[in-house]
């Protein structure tokens, strides 16, 4: 991890030179975008890695991005369909997500989740909650 020099970005992230540092174990608020689920952001400028706590029942409406999108599962238990293809992910399965292609989630069991995008979603870095995200 790099060293930090105790500067601060507005987002809450430490700066050292040319690098931004997330702490994942540690005072980095957490943004919540439904009452189900949580994420912290971390962006570069080609790629962004998202951690997500998903609540048991949490649903990601079908929705497609032109984004290449990794979903690391890393406890717990997703329900995905990925273009016409089902699956169903749990601790330590991880499944790549490519760009455009229709996909949408079902949480079945609490869990953890990090998403990697490339490039960086530029709708996640401005507050609010995608619309695939919205309980109707």
């Not at 050292?16 to 994420?39: M, S, W, Y």
């Not at 992910?89 to 869990?111: F, M, N, Q, S």
């Amino acid at each position: 991890m790099i060293a930090g020099t105790g500067e601060r970005t507005r987002t809450g992230r430490e700066r050292d030179g040319h690098a931004e540092r997330l702490r994942i174990a540690g005072g980095d608020p957490e943004e919540n975008i439904t009452d189900k689920i949580t994420r912290r952001v971390l962006a570069g400028d080609k790629s962004m890695m998202v951690w997500l706590r998903i609540k048991a029942g949490a649903h990601a409406a079908a929705h497609s991005h032109p984004h290449e999108q990794i979903v690391w599962i890393l406890k717990g238990r997703m329900d995905f369909r990925i273009g016409e293809e089902r699956r169903m992910l749990a601790g330590g399965d991880v499944a790549v997500i490519r760009g455009g292609v229709e996909h949408e989630a079902w949480c079945r069991e609490d869990a953890e989740v990090v998403d990697t995008f490339s490039p960086p979603r530029e709708n996640f870095l401005s507050a609010g909650t995608p619309a695939y995200m919205r309980e109707s």
